[in-house]
């Protein structure tokens, strides 16, 4: 009833034509763009350039074994993002509904067997009442009708936030205090898709893909996040 005395106005550029997700047709469709991009055959990372391979994954680095975002974490999907874990708009998270030809393809020719999320810290739930990757991880396992299992938990009281951080070290010292994996996964759990909002150094997907695949039985990690910082 408010929306038809109070029209709707777009998150981030305010314009007030038929929004969906908070967002106008002109940045959803800048949000969706890059679902048709080249991308890492891999990590599904955005290819600016030649070939099907990032230099990342051509490192070598990681111990999640591929991974798939569905828009960059910049101009309109940072601000979507921002709504949805600051502002109380989990139901924007529909937009994994409304772009399921765009991940679920991917994911189901993946075949993973259950669906895991990052946790969030005591402070964050205490203080938002929900954890986004868990909202993300039950829509996923949903649609691809898979178990949803809380394998990962957090380790102690976490007091130092990821965002105050500085560096890629301190990111990962903070994870590794945080991240505590199972003692054991179910049997017949052997490709265990993570399930996180934003990607953004790989730390701690790394870092819960060395916990899942150390507990045994786990022979492949792979990684669905809403965004990734792609700089």
């Known amino acids: 009833m408010l929306e038809l005395i109070i ?6 550029c305010k314009s007030q034509k038929d929004i969906r997700f908070g967002l106008c047709p002109d940045c959803l469709n800048a949000v969706q763009e890059y679902s048709a991009s080249s991308r890492c055959r891999n990590c599904g990372l955005i290819i600016r350039g030649e070939g099907t391979i990032c230099q990342r994954c051509l490192e070598g680095s990681d111990i999640f074994d591929q991974a798939f975002f569905l828009f960059p974490y910049e101009k309109e999907g940072r601000t979507l993002i921002h709504h949805i874990k600051f502002r109380d708009r989990l139901e924007w998270l529909g937009i994994l509904n409304g772009a399921e030809t765009v991940w679920r393809p991917v994911l189901e020719n993946w075949s993973p067997d259950a669906v895991a999320w990052i946790p969030s810290s005591l402070h964050t739930r205490w203080k938002r009442g929900y954890n986004v990757s868990r909202e993300m991880a039950n829509r996923v396992a949903k649609i691809l009708d898979i178990p949803c299992l809380p394998l990962l938990k957090k380790a102690k009281l976490f007091k130092r936030r990821l965002s105050a951080t500085r560096t890629p070290g301190e990111r990962k010292q903070v994870i590794r205090q945080f991240l505590k994996g199972p003692e054991i996964v179910p049997e017949g759990i052997s490709h265990i898709l993570i399930v996180d909002d934003v990607f953004t150094t ?5 870092r819960a893909a060395k916990l899942l695949k150390q507990a045994g039985g786990v ?3 792979s990684v669905f996040t809403l965004a990734r910082v792609c700089e």
């Open 7 to 12: 029209k709707p106005r777009c998150i981030h």
């Open 202 to 206: 790989g730390a701690t997907v790394n």
């Open 219 to 221: 022979a492949k990690v």
